[in-house]
């Protein structure tokens, strides 16, 4: 389990193709309090640390992981959010996130708003009724709050405030119109969403 709450930006050092993909992660990370098999989560995606040294990482992603996720995530020299898995007695300063992607959205737009961005996503329906607003998203493994949403023929549009700090500290201040970027959907939307499908039956 994480919070969201991105603690260091790491690089993709280097990308094996094996059966599955594997990634050596450079990190600002003390790796010597990291145990191998322990979790991180990878812009929202918590894979298990395989092996480790000084400064790095390396981790396996599968097939699956890499189909449900951003186009071009895992590639040589893309940065990456990164998050430790959550301790019991952590201060909780975002909100429950599973490190599991639901689904991938699209910039659509990036605007300027005092110092902080407003940046504009799209969504494909199935996800639609997972947002809501003033409820929490995860975006490339940050959570945010959801400003605004917008259902229209092309798929439901939701808007997130970037203050200078989630700017400067996670990869989303550097982000464009076009990208493509992982979404995490509230796990307990997802739950409701599963109690009110038993209700109806």
Known sequence: MFTGIISDIGTIRSIEHRGDLRAVVATAYDTSGVDL??????????LTVIDKGPGWFTVDISGETVSRTAQGQWSEGRK????????LGDELGGHIVTGHVDGVAEVVRVEPSGDSKTIVFRVARDLAPYIAAKGSVTVDGVSLTVNTVSDGAEGTEFTVNLIPHTQAVTTLGAIEVGQAVNIEIDVLARYLSRMRSLLEK
């Open 37 to 46: 098999g322990a979790s991180i989560s990878c812009s929202g995606v918590c």
């Open 80 to 87: 990456l959010n990164l998050e430790r898995a959550m301790k």
